[in-house]
């Protein structure tokens, strides 16, 4: 049987060449119980060498933190515009939409050209102010108390104009996507905002670039089988797609 230090060793090796594990998969390697591999795990995380998550293990910070929109706004932003002008091509002639708050659904904001009439009821005061010079778009901005870190509202107000509608589709934006967990945001009241939406939602799009997978927020939003489309970048693993795929979700990469 190996020593501690050098099954400390393994898993490291592993973990850089993978940048994540799981605790079966190192069971059967090493020939331990899957006590011992979770002692490993959370030695090696209390040295910050890497982060324990369900059933394994990853070498990036799994948690997402809640950052001021101009801030977000630079990260990934070639990607955002291009997922946002591809979920734009989804709107159609006189359609009424949702759109939730995030960077990349303002991206999508800046994209829409609407030749027919088109209704938009959003949480995000950002998307409101890109879309209100539009002459074909009425938009309906939700009440509520205004978050500055995301420029979006939240409260008891937004969910009662949201349960008198139903609109085509949802552009929703998220801080993470975990194939076990769901989808989540780092504001729970953010994340009940978002149910309401879905709630009152024929179709589910997701726009995330790809840094959003793995991640989990401390809201969560909804399980991931209730997205119907999701669009992203070609950051994602080809695990992931496949996964994604056998649920039954669409996955468009830019």
Known sequence: MISIAERHQYILNKIQVNGSLDVQGLCKELDVSSVTIRKDLKLLEDKNLLYRTHGGATLNNPYTVDRPVNEKEHLQSDEKMRIGALGAELIEDNDSVIIASGTTVLALARCIRPKGNLTVITSALNVALELVHNTNIEVIQLG?????????VTGPYSDNVLSSVFCSK?????????LEFGLTTTNAFEAHLNRQMIASSQKIIV?????????RGFGKICGIEEVDHIITDQGVSDHTIKTLESLGIKISII
């Open 144 to 152: 509520g108390l205004l978050r500055r870190s995301s420029s979006s």
């Open 170 to 178: 949802l552009f929703l934006g998220v801080d993470g996507i975990d």
């Open 207 to 215: 726009l995330a670039d790809s840094t959003k997978f793995g991640k």
